[in-house]
């Protein structure tokens, strides 16, 4: 099992490469049901691997000139306070049992899965139906509304804090649909924004728990690096009308695939 482990890490990696989302939702199950982590270690060590691979990524972008840092930095530091505040504030606030209707009953964790497949779905929709994309010398001349940008930020920060991942799979239709980038642009900038945010939240890990498996873990984090470069070169071949699409469908099935598990599991 851990050679199939391996390999989809390396999945994961080249998915990151393409998209600039899809590392935490495809990680942590990997680590978990793969690899043998316990729950609260794959969610820590999902924060490495997905923040190393997201900064070499990021910086392979940024050579080509394909990161808007100043749309990145408007989005990332309200997004910071958004996760912040979730997590410190509206997830403890939460009951156990939020409702029940006959036999079934919604708990705190089935309605926070409930609500990550719905964002996943409407961010898809958004992707598929979206405006036709933009080039690079056009977004030139567009007028960027950085206080805009910088409430949606901390929106989608608000919304993956009380999730507790997906962070890809909404700024990127943040990115191209609200701040009106590229989708090219909007990958490497997801890229960076994923980076610095989950190496931020990796080391409230460590700070709270040591026994970190540093061989495993930095193993894994150049396999999913390996991968990251791939799908990095592969977008390069890919039209960034065809990336958005492909990107939608793939939000879109993931997330159909969790409410119905949620639903009918």
Do not use: C
């Not at 199950?29 to 729950?39: K, T």
């Not at 994309?133 to 056009?138: A, F, G, K, V």
């Not at 090219?184 to 190496?199: D, E, P, Q, R």
């Amino acid at each position: 099992m851990e050679i199939v482990g391996y390999l989809l890490m390396f999945v994961m990696g080249i998915s990151l490469g393409l998209l600039g989302g899809g590392g935490s939702i495809l990680t942590v199950p990997i680590l978990l049901y793969l690899f043998g982590v316990d729950a609260v270690n794959s969610t820590a060590y999902s924060l490495f691997i997905v923040g190393l691979a997201s900064g070499f990524g990021a910086f392979g972008k940024m050579r080509e000139q394909l990161v808007n840092f100043k749309v990145g930095a408007t989005f990332a530091v309200p997004g910071f306070i958004g996760v912040f505040a979730a997590r410190a504030f509206i997830i403890p606030k939460l009951p156990d049992e939020i409702f029940s209707l006959g036999s079934l009953v919604v708990t705190k964790d089935i309605f926070i899965m409930l609500v990550f497949a719905v964002m996943m779905i409407l961010a898809s929709v958004s992707m598929i139906r979206g405006r036709k994309e933009t080039d690079s010398e056009e977004i030139q001349k567009i007028k960027m509304n950085y206080p805009l940008i910088a409430i949606e930020g901390l929106v989608v920060g608000a919304l993956t804090g009380f999730v507790g991942a997906g962070g890809g799979f909404l700024i990127i239709p943040a990115l191209v649909v609200l701040a009106r980038l590229p989708m090219k642009v909007a990958v490497g900038t997801s890229l960076m924004i994923i980076s610095f945010k989950s190496l931020f939240g990796f080391i409230g890990d460590v700070m709270v728990n040591p026994d970190i498996e540093w061989t495993f873990l930095i193993i894994v984090s150049a396999i999913a690096v390996g991968g990251i470069f791939v799908g990095s070169y592969l977008s390069k071949m890919i039209p960034g009308g065809k990336l958005k699409k492909g990107f939608g469908y793939f939000v879109l099935v993931m997330g159909s695939f969790i409410l119905a598990q949620q639903i009918y599991g």
